[in-house]
């Protein structure tokens, strides 16, 4: 069974600084896009960064130039460094995978339990 782990949320000012990190444990083949999604209060899940098995990053307009994906694929583990936060990135924090598992050809899209972040204005 395979699982994505995050942490790394929590309470920050604006203008502060955090770092999310989700991990993958179990039997994977391989992981391919990664990505963090967010939920506010009352609103859509919506989409915050990916990246992919080459390192190919894209962004929401609302955090390019203050959020940061990356991964480290011995690890199985995707990042998301958040700067200059603001109260508008309030929300549950979702990381995403899109795994490969040994022996299955079709891939399988996981999510992680969340990690609350609040940014206090």
């Known amino acids: 069974q395979v699982q994505l782990v995050e942490s790394g949320g929590g309470w920050v000012q604006a203008g502060g600084s955090l770092r999310l990190s989700c991990a993958a444990s179990?039997?994977?083949?391989?992981?391919?896009?990664m990505g963090w999604y967010r939920q506010a209060p009352g609103k859509q899940r919506e989409l915050v960064a990916t990246?992919?098995?080459?390192?190919?990053?894209d962004y929401a307009e609302s955090v390019k130039g203050r959020f940061t994906i990356s991964r480290d694929n011995a690890k199985n583990t995707v990042y998301l460094q958040m700067n200059s936060l603001k109260s508008d990135d309030t929300a549950v924090y979702y990381c995403?995978?899109?795994?490969?598992?040994?022996?299955?050809?079709?891939?399988?899209?996981?999510w992680g339990q969340g990690t609350q972040v609040t940014v206090s204005s």
């Open positions: 995403n995978a899109d795994i490969s598992l040994p022996g299955r050809p079709e891939k399988f899209i996981y």
């Open positions: 179990g039997r994977l083949f391989s992981m391919n896009v």
């Open positions: 990246i992919t098995s080459g390192g190919s990053t």
